[in-house]
């Protein structure tokens, strides 16, 4: 997965606009489906608690896949790019005990992992107004840098693959 540019004004409008929407969304359909099920399904009496959570998961199904669907359209770029950039922070995430042992060996595979996590994180942190840990990540990758350099070491971010997560 390669880093790109995201307008940040244009991500945060349609992030918005496709939140808003799918909450609207999941509102309407669960209600809808509670209530035909209540109205099909119910003789009137008892708790019908089962009916409403099985109305909520419909709504659930049902746009978690238009989701989905919609994800390969050109207006959820931004938005789909850094859903797929969070997922692959978190497999990262998964393997950092690994891949923070093996960097300290100056491992080739690790530190273009490492300097790809510490690049797309900035990128999302930005672009999520996220700036509490920026300072913290931006020694960590000053601190990455100086250990590639001192390695003797050329590689870029631009080098990583999810493959490379595979061999920790």
């Not at 309407?28 to 099985?54: E, K, M, Q, R």
């Not at 100056?106 to 790809?116: H, K, R």
Request: with cysteine; net charge positive.
């Amino acid at each position: 997965m390669q880093l790109k540019m995201i307008d940040k004004t244009l991500y945060r409008q349609r992030l918005n606009r496709i939140t808003v929407a799918s909450i609207l969304a999941l509102i309407i359909v669960s209600l809808s489906s509670s209530t035909l099920l209540i109205a099909l399904l119910s003789d009137g009496t008892g708790s019908n608690f089962w009916l409403n959570f099985s109305g909520v998961a419909m709504g659930c199904l049902i746009v978690g896949y238009t989701l989905k669907r919609l994800k390969q359209h050109p207006y959820f770029s931004e938005v789909a790019y850094i859903w797929d950039l969070k997922h692959e922070l978190n497999l990262i995430q998964r393997k950092r005990k690994a891949i923070d042992a093996a960097a300290a060996q100056n491992d080739i595979n690790a530190l273009i992992i490492q300097a790809f996590s510490f690049k797309a994180s900035k990128l999302v942190w930005q672009l999520d107004d996220n700036t509490l840990m920026m300072s913290e990540l931006t020694i960590a990758d000053n601190k990455l840098q100086q250990q590639i350099a001192a390695a003797g070491l050329t590689l870029d971010a631009t080098d990583y693959e999810r493959d490379l997560l595979a061999r920790f």
